[in-house]
């Protein structure tokens, strides 16, 4: 089967093949004409299946006809990120450059001002994330009333981000008639029932098992100590024929801090993460895909729906928290049928987090060595295992040795200062770490004993009257 027997117009179909596609995708042959029947659709694909065109290409065909109104969109996609809105509205452009349709992209980091005189125009498509979609809406520079078709993209991805009130709240302001489009990458119970109240009478369509991963990538498992993390990736990245990558930390910090040390080691090398500002997230995106770079070190700002053909390997700097973002991690490679290498770098303390991978996925995930990271990983590994990633009993006690002593026990010798005044003066060891005020005591009584007063307040001649007993009435 080919695009032309899905039943699009002439004037996508030449788009499509002037981008050089002719077969679609599972998800595309099974989507597309059930979208232009106008059915509701819930769609579960795994990244790099191809569903953003699985919904671009009939949106297309269907807002051909009509015409928008200001401030009142026809249509509207809402997307979790600013990176894969823009993705996304790249993509109407690419494919309805025949077609005479307006479009507006809302989100954040980018000009109110702009925005609103393309809304003022009147859009067929809006493309938005939840919280510059509801900026606008609350300023009163935007009206819902008139949506036709509504996508909801990457929703497993909206309720990780913490979005679905936002988006409760946008389809509450639409219309109760309309065509509503559901994706996701994973199918977990949250999302299903979020779909159920979206959706009337859908078309379900799954072309993978939920949370699968692709099966043109070849992952692999590094196990290193928690200081050989970034020897392994450099070594990594050296044996490996790497033509393109993307390197995946869990903090932002961390982002930062491996693309400092691999432009150290004189790599090729950027980062991207959630607190650039928009317009050097967009400028290092695409010196990316333009091959400006060649090694981009990020956070799960990527991590979802970005499409970048040519990435030839992912590398885990850390295993994710979430064991669903390792499906979407290592799906940036493996794409549209290209091969794909995905490595995880995994310390003992993350043996938790990979083990529900592994539960997730439904398989093992191959062990390899690095050459010449053997001696670290066993110098590394045994100590933080003792313990279940805790330090050995060992580097315990010699902690504990090295502390202060406590407020209890000030002024005493420790213990090994003891034996070792002991072995030097021949003493017993429990006489030589006996506080040092006994020690005063003992010198006051010997001196009472020999006749010496050691405070003398009133000269030689103590009063007879200190010396008396005194008794002390009770009460």
Known sequence: MDFSDLGLSPEVLKAVDESGYQTPTPIQEKAIPYVLMGRDILGCAQTGTGKTASFTLPMIDILASGRARARMPRSLIIEPTRELAAQVSENFERYGKFNRLSMALLIGGSSFVDQEKALDRGVDVLIATPGRLLDLFERGKILLADVKVLVIDEADRMLDMGFIPDVERIVGLLPKIRQTLFFSATMPPEIRKLADAFLMNPKEISVSPPASTAETVSQSLVRVGPKDKRKALRALLSQDEVRSALIFCNRKRDVDLVNRSLKRHGFDVDCLHGDMVQSKRMETLEGFKNGVVKLLVCSDVAARGLDISDVSHVFNFDVPTHAEDYVHRIGRTGRAGRSGKAFTLVTPEENRSLAAIKRLIGKPIPEIELDGMEAAIVTTEPETEARGGGASDKSRSRRRSAK????????????????????????????????????????????????????????????????????????
Do not use: C, I, N
């Open 404 to 475: 202060p002593s406590s407020a209890r026990g000030r002024g005493r010798k420790t213990a090994e200062a003891a034996v070792a005044e002991a072995a030097a003066t021949e003493t017993p060891v429990e006489e030589a770490a006996a506080p040092k005020a006994r020690s005063a005591k003992s010198a006051r009584s010997k001196a009472a004993v020999e006749g010496e007063s050691t405070s003398k307040p009133f000269g030689k001649d103590t009063p007879a009257f200190l010396l008396r007993p005194v008794k002390l009435a009770a009460g």
